[in-house]
């Protein structure tokens, strides 16, 4: 890669991912209710929500209202047309001032095709008062618990745009070691892992790995070469298999 990284412009996202799963428009409405909740605890930032719009005076006449039963009349309308196995299509803007203090919500759930894994994506602030709180590893940390415990996916990761670019692939289907990684406890135990990650248990569903306190960046190379070890360990462990269909 010949593209310069700077640590300090990097943008970073946290994302949750799981395989064919079929559900129905109430059931994803239910967990992204539950999601809305969570992440209400986790940042002040993430308390409010609004539909996207054409511009941002569009979007800020729509606040989205994040009970069950609205939430599934907006999640119907993003049913694919065409093929139905497809599941869900669901956006939404925290409607923050600057665009680079802002988050960005893409979620497609209930999805039972092999071809299109189910996801949320959170796009995270890069810079301003809101990127300052959250892009800390103890807030990360709470923000992928928070996919965890709603979305029940098979891992969830938070990393920058500049590390996963300078991994092999970026296979849909891969799992990525980031800053922040979540294995659902169906995949297996996870092994010892060097200091200075931190391994801890996400309620009975799987396993949160922090791989740094400090801010993980792709621009240093002690970062990315932790990254990698801890990659080689759990996939020496079979904990990186492709994402499978859910039972």
């Known amino acids: 890669m010949t593209d310069r990284i700077d640590g300090e412009g990097e943008t970073y996202f946290c994302g949750a991912y799981w395989g064919a799963r079929q559900e129905t428009a109430e059931a994803c409405a239910q967990r992204l209710e539950a999601f809305f909740g969570l992440l209400a605890n986790v940042d002040p930032s993430f308390a409010q929500w609004f539909r996207q719009g054409r511009s941002r005076t569009e979007a800020l006449q729509h606040p989205i209202d994040s009970t069950k039963a609205e939430l599934e009349k907006l999640i119907r309308k993003g049913r694919d047309r065409v093929v139905e196995e497809l599941g869900f299509r669901f956006s939404a803007w925290n409607g923050a001032r600057d665009d680079n203090d802002g988050s960005a919500l893409k ?24 990127a300052e709180r959250v892009l800390a590893a103890s807030l990360l940390r709470g923000l992928a618990m928070s996919m965890a415990v709603a979305w029940e996916p098979d891992f969830a990761v938070v990393m920058s745009s500049a590390h996963l670019r ?27 892992l060097p200091a ?28 990315v070469a932790l990254a990698e070890q801890v990659r080689a360990l759990l996939d020496q462990a079979g904990l990186l298999t492709p994402l499978q269909a859910h039972p």
């Open 196 to 223: 200075p990650v931190h391994v801890e248990p996400v309620e009975d569903k799987g396993t949160l790995i922090v791989l740094t306190p400090e801010r993980f960046t792709a621009s240093n190379p002690e970062h």
């Open 107 to 130: 979620l497609t759930c209930g999805g039972n095709s092999p071809r299109v894994s189910n996801v949320c994506l959170l796009d995270l602030p890069s810079r301003g008062p809101n």
């Open 166 to 192: 300078l991994l092999r692939g970026n296979d849909p289907s891969e799992i990525w070691p980031g800053w922040v990684l979540y294995l659902r406890r169906q995949r297996g135990p996870v092994p010892p």
